[in-house]
């Protein structure tokens, strides 16, 4: 849940985001969060909720997940977890990454 981390994330995201753009690079771009990082994509705790609005606004090929069940942990703990506008939750977080790591997919830790 640390904001610097967040925020180190999210250029890194967009520098990627914006040189592939120039270079006609054709890729897709993953943002998954997991644990206290999961504060990043909630409506009531981004630190950062315009550059998450940004990012999708600006590049179809970038999406932010949540890990779903670092959701179903806040769920459990009596708080109502409501996601920014385009991000999603779909699955676990290792379940995501090991998704996408066996479909060729590069993985970065942030």
Not at 23 to 33: G, K, Q, S, V, Y
Not at 35 to 61: C, F, H, K, M
Not at 73 to 95: C, F, H, M, W
């Amino acid at each position: 849940a640390d904001p610097q981390r967040m925020k180190a994330a999210l250029d890194y995201a967009e520098m990627e985001l914006s040189s592939n753009r120039l270079r006609n690079r054709e890729f897709h771009l993953e943002i998954l969060t997991n644990d206290g990082g999961v504060e990043l994509l909630r409506r009531d705790t981004s630190p950062y909720p315009e550059r998450v609005a940004t990012l999708i606004g600006q590049y179809d090929n970038v999406t932010f997940i949540a890990c779903a069940n670092a959701l179903r942990n806040l769920q459990a703990r009596g708080i109502k977890v409501e996601l920014l506008p385009g991000t999603q939750s779909k699955q676990t977080a290792i379940d995501n990454i090991v998704d996408r790591i066996e479909s060729g997919w590069r993985y970065l830790k942030v």
